[in-house]
T-cell receptor
Framework: AQSVTQPDIHITVSEGASLELRCNYS??????LFWYVQSPGQGLQLLLK??????LVQGIKGFEAEFKRSQSSFNLRKPSVHWSDAAEYFC???????????FGTGTRLKVLA | DAGVIQSPRHEVTEMGQEVTLRCKPI?????LFWYRQTMMRGLELLIY????????DSGMPEDRFSAKMPNASFSTLKIQPSEPRDSAVYFC?????????FGEGSRLTVL
């Protein structure tokens, strides 16, 4: 069965600092991988996705993620965080060709001015 | 594109009352999902529709919950009777090719 783990419940960074949010998954083959962001009182917005090909994926708002098969990871990165990036971030795993998406428990990002 | 539209955004009701949440998916999307988000359990899939047909309702908590999709542009999630433990944010999402588009959610509080 597929599963996804986000080890960090909360992360605090200073504005302008770099950011890395961790995501590990369990799946028998290469899954579809997603990162979503949720601002307070809002729905989830897709930041980026990986289906196949280049393992470094660029997304919106300056985010990128790298798929590492050997580590079963899909970590989200941003070189310089802005105060508006404060939100909750969810990693999700999808089984290709199915409707089943498993979401991680989320990482809440706080940005210090 | 207007995105996925959910109503109401907030609902406060008393235990035992019927609650109906509504969703309008993105035009052209053939898949629709209802999720529930709570602090304790995170984001849980309640039911999945494909081409207006319920495919998987194994996540529906119990018989008090029901969902319908009478046409491609409208779905409802009904709770009858509601209980305090149903308090949560309910999200509708639609998709066409693997990517989910979420509505802004309906925050339900059952007193």
């Amino acid at each position: 069965a597929q599963s996804v783990t986000q080890p960090d419940i909360h992360i605090t960074v200073s504005e302008g600092a770099s950011l890395e949010l961790r995501c590990n998954y369990s799946y028998g083959a290469t899954p579809y991988l997603f990162w979503y962001v949720q601002s307070p009182g809002q729905g989830l917005q897709l930041l980026l996705k990986y289906f196949s090909g280049d393992t470094l994926v660029q997304g919106i708002k300056g985010f990128e993620a790298e798929f590492k098969r050997s580590q079963s990871s899909f970590n989200l990165r941003k070189p310089s965080v802005h105060w508006s990036d404060a939100a909750e971030y969810f990693c999700a795993v999808g089984a290709p060709g199915t409707y089943k998406y498993i979401f991680g428990t989320g990482t809440r990002l706080k940005v210090l001015a | 594109d207007a995105g996925v539209i959910q109503s109401p955004r907030h609902e406060v009701t008393e235990m035992g009352q019927e609650v109906t949440l509504r969703c309008k998916p993105i035009s052209g999307h053939n898949s629709l999902f209802w999720y529930r988000q709570t602090m304790m359990r995170g984001l849980e899939l309640l039911i999945y529709f494909n081409n207006n047909v319920p495919i998987d309702d194994s996540g529906m908590p119990e018989d008090r919950f029901s969902a319908k999709m009478p046409n491609a542009s409208f779905s409802t999630l009904k709770i009858q009777p509601s209980e305090p433990r149903d308090s949560a944010v309910y999200f509708c999402a639609s998709s066409s090719f693997e990517e989910l588009f979420f509505g802004e959610g309906s925050r339900l509080t059952v007193l």
